[in-house]
Nanobody, 125 residues
Framework: EVQLVESGGGLVQAGGSLRLSCAASGFTFDDYAIGWFRQAPGKEREGVSCISSSDGSTYYADSVKGRFTISSDNAKNTVYLQMNSLKPEDTAVYFC??????????????????WGKGTLVTVSS
């Protein structure tokens, strides 16, 4: 059974940091790209970052470049999203997903086959 389980969300003050984890199982991790997405209340889902498990290539949305870092521990089948300098507008449910990188963040969701259930990140001002 394919599973993607996010953890690490919580409440943090603006300027603070959080590290999200995405633990994957049930598929060949090295064959997939893992993407992070977020959805704020009343807003559309947004692709945030993506990493290729095979070669480590990373991609970021402009809104998080320089603040968020995606990384992968292939031995643990886990992808991390280190989020620094958090802003209230980063508040959202964050999801990870497995699939392939489509070439751009706006279309990233179309390349994903499997999804986690999400973890809530709340950034207070």
């Amino acid at each position: 059974e394919v599973q993607l389980v996010e953890s690490g969300g919580g409440l943090v003050q603006a300027g603070g940091s959080l590290r999200l984890s995405c633990a994957a199982s049930g598929f060949t991790f090295d064959d997939y790209a893992i993407g992070w997405f977020r959805q704020a209340p009343g807003k559309e889902r947004e692709g945030v970052s993506c990493i290729s498990s095979s070669d480590g290539s990373t991609y970021y949305a402009d809104s998080v470049k320089g603040r968020f870092t995606i990384s992968s521990d292939n031995a643990k089948n886990t992808v991390y999203l280190q989020m620094n300098s958090l802003k209230p507008e980063d508040t959202a449910v964050y999801f990870c997903a497995a699939g392939y990188y489509t070439g751009s963040m706006p279309t990233l969701a179309a390349g994903m086959d499997y999804w986690g259930k999400g973890t809530l990140v709340t950034v207070s001002s």
